[in-house]
């Protein structure tokens, strides 16, 4: 080794924790920034823009004639909305962070809790959901780059464009009348048992799976082009053989950006999926909340997507300089 | 771009093929990518149709309800069958065409509108104004646009208009930071300077001579969003926050066969299929406009 060559390893050696520090922490800095943003968007769309909360959320229970002024202002002064709009914000955001979103309007319970009771469905659901969709995305695309047959091929790349036209809540339905009412081999509802995830594990996969089927084939195909590829078969090396050992490898890396790209697109893919398939989880919990108008709990469920939006990007980026040495941490 | 001037200096043959000649032409127009295209401009036109005059094309009154015809399957008579209630549902669904597509058309209008404006504002007076709307557009494009959606419908109130806001809110941020970039670009242009120079106020030169020039691509942006417009309108119908029934929409109607989904398969099916017709033509559209951009 060229003693210049040696210098520039040790250099980078020593400068790259302290990038790496800093790269760690930007990207803690923005996920951060996205959960207050969520927050506070939550606080100027569900405080601020309906001309009276309270009332909003009475009408919801009643028949919204008879409601007694005396309650109104009972209840305004109890959520603070007497206050000016900074000292709600204030302390509305004080009580957030200590873990304090209020009580839901509807059974008066703690709104935390009844997040920690959804929250699991959830995080199973989008993850069981991911799996299936990098798994089912990746294999159209290896298969779509590595068949001879022309119908086959254009059969494959349709795969993307079509799926990307048909809407959540109509994947969900589709399975639901195909494998449960029409062969009957699962559940159409439910939160019981592996077997009830089956289905919408799937819808929330194929959701994801066209996304990630188009930009790996494209990776793939630009790969097999690449001049390293033409030296491996030049090597003698077979086509599935530069495929799946090699180029594979290189089209890991614009899947790896995208699963970080749609990790809201899973969210919100999966609070429609709970819904269809009746099953528990903050999206259930979501649209109970919005037919109720029961705004501390939509704020609560708003803020707790955001959070897990953040965390999963948050790995996602983390995981990123593992994947591809090449990325330059900023 | 150099070598489309006179200093082109390729030779004839580098530069593509010459057109072709006679019937060969006849059958290059023939090849499956026109036809799906012709294909999904006609459907496009008939949804048009549905949704401009929906008394022409429905056979039945969407709202009259026969005890004696509850949930017959697809018949000649009633194609996509008929209801819990024995209303015709192909009848119902092109009733509910005009809420649909108005609803998506609005969300769109106003994304384009609001962005319109935001990025012609963030673009040309720079400053303090361009980084108080780019941090603006920063929350909007952090959270999930689903997430946006559901608070404004909270906020608002349930219903078809209360919808279109609540979509076109959630989609203003991607429109308007490409209205921004253009607007930068456009910004230092001498025909921008001249006008300056001439005296012409800020505000007619952002509306004759920036505006014209910046929204060539921003327009191409809605024309892509048309279909996932279409989408989000329905699945927020589809979870009942948009016309209230008896009131016929494409999302509400396919939620109105979720019960009887086990009996009554077209209910939700056989409009589904539709709806997922009509976004894959509104894509296909697409896709050959952004070949023409």
Not at chain 1, 239 to 258: K, S
Not at chain 2, 162 to 188: C, D, K, P, Q, T
Request: charged share 15%; glycine share 10%; hydrophobic share 55%.
């Amino acid at each position: 080794m060229s003693g210049a060559a040696a210098e520039a390893v040790a250099r980078a050696a020593g400068r790259a924790p302290a990038g790496l520090a800093r790269y760690v922490g930007r990207r803690i800095g923005h996920a951060v920034i996205v959960v207050w943003a969520a927050y506070t968007l939550s606080f100027v769309l569900l405080y601020l823009l309906p001309s009276d909360p309270v009332t909003l959320m009475l009408q919801s229970r009643g028949d919204g004639s008879d409601i007694d002024p005396e309650v109104v202002a009972r209840l305004q002064r109890q959520y603070g909305l007497d206050r000016p709009v900074a000292w709600q914000y204030a302390a509305m955001l004080r009580a957030a962070l200590g873990g304090d979103f209020g009580r839901s309007i509807n059974d008066g319970r703690d709104v935390l809790q009844r997040i920690a009771e959804a929250l699991p469905h959830t995080v199973e659901l989008a993850l069981a959901g991911l799996a299936i969709g990098l798994t089912l995305g990746m294999a159209v695309a290896v298969l779509a780059n590595l068949t001879r047959r022309r119908w086959l091929r254009q059969v494959l790349f349709a795969y993307a464009p079509f799926v990307a036209s048909v809407p959540a809540f109509l994947i969900g339905l589709f399975l639901i009348q195909l494998f449960a009412h029409g062969l009957g081999w699962l559940p159409a509802a439910g939160s019981s048992g592996p077997a009830a995830l089956v289905l919408p594990a799937l819808a929330v996969g194929l959701q994801v799976s066209d996304a990630i089927a188009q930009v790996t084939a494209r990776a793939l195909h630009e790969n097999l082009q690449a001049p390293y590829a033409q030296y491996l078969r030049a090597k003698g090396l077979g086509r599935r053989a530069i495929l799946l050992r090699h180029a594979l490898r290189n089209a890991i890396i614009p899947a790896v950006t995208l699963v970080g790209l749609s990790i809201g697109g899973i969210l919100g893919g999966a609070i429609i999926t709970e819904t269809v398939f009746s099953r528990q989880g903050l999206g259930r919990l979501l649209e109970e909340a919005i037919t109720l108008q029961d705004i501390p709990v939509v704020q609560g469920v708003v803020v707790f997507t955001a959070i897990l939006f953040a965390a999963s990007n948050l790995v996602v980026d983390l995981l990123y300089p593992l994947i591809n040495p090449k990325v330059t941490l900023r | 771009m150099a070598s489309d001037g006179i200093l082109d200096l390729t030779p004839g043959l580098l530069r593509g093929a010459p057109p072709v000649p006679g019937p060969a032409r006849w059958r290059s127009w023939l090849t499956p990518g026109h036809a799906s295209l012709a294909a999904a401009i006609l459907l496009l036109l008939l949804v048009a149709l549905w949704a401009a005059a929906p008394q022409l094309f429905a056979p039945f009154d969407p709202y009259a309800v026969n005890g004696r015809l509850k949930l017959l399957p697809p018949s000649p008579a009633h194609p996509f069958g008929t209801d819990g209630l024995g209303r015709d549902l192909f009848s119902r669904f092109v009733w509910g065409t005009r809420t649909t597509l108005v609803a998506a058309s609005a969300a769109l209008l106003l994304a384009f509108a609001a962005a319109s404006v935001l990025g012609l504002l963030a673009g040309y007076v720079g400053g303090l104004v361009d980084d108080v709307i780019s941090r603006l557009l920063d929350i909007l494009l952090a959270v999930p646009g689903l997430l946006i959606s559901l608070m404004l419908v909270t906020g608002l109130g349930f219903g078809s208009l209360n919808i279109a806001i609540a979509v076109g809110v959630s989609s203003v941020a991607a429109f308007a930071r490409v209205m921004r970039a253009e607007v930068l670009r456009i910004r230092h242009a001498d025909f921008v300077t001249a006008a300056r120079l001439c005296g012409v106020a800020w505000t007619v030169i952002l509306r004759r001579h920036v505006f014209p020039h910046a929204i060539g691509p921003v327009l191409a942006l809605t024309a892509l969003h048309f279909g996932g417009a279409v989408i989000a309108i329905c699945s927020l119908s589809f979870l009942g926050f948009g016309a209230q029934a008896p009131a016929p929409e494409w999302g509400n109607l396919i939620a109105g066969g979720r019960s009887v989904l086990a009996h009554a398969w077209w209910i939700s099916v056989l409009p589904g299929g539709v709806i997922v017709l009509v976004v894959l033509a509104a894509n296909r559209i697409s896709r050959q406009l952004e070949r023409i951009a």
